[in-house]
């Protein structure tokens, strides 16, 4: 048994020397529903459109609900894959433009707990997904949970979303404080969402770029905002994601110049030598003083 997850082991890192891995990107926020799933789906769209290959990872734990928006029932999710059930090729959930979509579920959190042929095995596919891919997007759920945390820890970069609302901002804070507590160099990436108009968000930026700055050393870069448009609940009704059914609408444009902008910008550097995956399964794993100190 031993010996067999040694040979996997062996393959993957022989793999893993031939291939560029993916840019890992975690979408996240302090407070909730201000607008990440939407930014993702949309903005991986764009990405995909771009000729970046794409993969969305939906890493909500609770609510799940990246298929919703694009009108898909994924009868599947990483639970099923890390069960041995399924393939991770049975899982995949083409969306438009070519972008792939997984559904995380709670299967994320059994990653922790398989036995050592099995994660081998699931962490072979999961890297090969990642090292056929440009960028893979995960869409977290919100807040300074410990999860959202391992998420964002696990990934080479961060986009962190808020709204102009004094409370979006707060916990945008809060929220980077404890990223950049955890790993000072994990490039942070800020979007100001459902905002009047350019005025407002840089009004949003320059407070939160103001608190980085002074309390935590930290430049912020500002990745871009996106105007408060009807058009966007219309498009979660319509289950279709804006940047395709209303393209030339304001928010479209938005994402797709923070899609240009995304490509064009510092790529993370944490990545090191292992996986997305491998990383968060290190994370899941560590139950050392260091992870019981993170707030709940
Ligand atoms: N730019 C925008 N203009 C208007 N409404 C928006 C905009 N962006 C998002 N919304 C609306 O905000 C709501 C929340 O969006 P979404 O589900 O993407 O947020 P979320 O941050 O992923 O939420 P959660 O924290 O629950 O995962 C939706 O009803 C959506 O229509
Ligand atoms: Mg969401």
């Known amino acids: 048994m031993a010996d067999q997850a040694e040979r996997l082991r062996a393959i993957i890192k022989e793999n893993r020397s031939q291939v560029t891995p993916a840019r890992v990107i975690a979408v996240t926020s302090g407070k909730g529903g201000v607008g990440k799933t939407n930014f993702a789906i949309n903005l991986g769209?764009?990405?995909?459109?771009?000729?970046?290959?794409?993969?969305?990872?939906?890493a909500d734990l609770g609510l799940a609900n990246v298929d919703v928006l694009l009108g898909v029932i994924p009868k599947y999710n990483l639970g099923h894959v890390l069960l041995g059930d399924k393939k991770i090729a049975d899982i995949i959930i083409n969306g438009p433009e070519g972008?792939?979509?997984?559904?995380?579920?709670?299967?994320?959190?059994?990653?922790?707990?398989?036995?050592e042929k099995k994660l081998a095995q699931c962490l072979e596919h999961l890297n090969e997904l990642e090292n056929s891919s440009d960028i893979m997007l995960v869409d977290t759920s919100a807040g300074i949970s410990k999860n959202v945390l391992k998420f964002a820890l696990a990934a080479g970069e961060v986009i962190i979303i808020t709204t102009p609302e004094p409370t979006a901002i707060t916990d945008a804070y809060g929220i980077i404080k404890v990223i950049a507590g955890s790993n000072r160099d994990l490039p942070i990436r800020v979007v100001a969402n459902m905002v009047k108009n350019e005025k407002e968000a840089e009004e949003v930026m320059e407070r939160l770029s103001a608190v980085s700055r002074r309390f935590l050393g930290l430049n912020l870069e500002r990745l871009g905002f996106i105007p408060a448009d009807a058009v966007v609940s219309?498009?979660?009704?319509?289950?279709?994601?804006?940047?395709?059914?209303?393209?030339r609408s304001a928010v479209a444009q938005s994402v797709n110049e923070i899609a240009v902008r995304l490509i064009g910008g510092d790529v993370g550097r944490t990545t090191g030598a292992l996986s997305f995956f491998e990383r968060l399964l290190g994370i899941f794993k560590q139950v050392d003083q260091a992870n019981e100190n993170l707030p709940n």
């Open 45 to 58: 769209i764009c990405l995909s459109k771009l000729g970046q290959k794409t993969v969305l990872v939906d």
């Open 99 to 115: 972008i792939k979509i997984i559904p995380g579920g709670s299967g994320m959190d059994k990653l922790a707990n398989l036995g």
């Open 234 to 247: 219309k498009a979660v009704k319509e289950q279709l994601p804006f940047v395709i059914g209303h393209p």
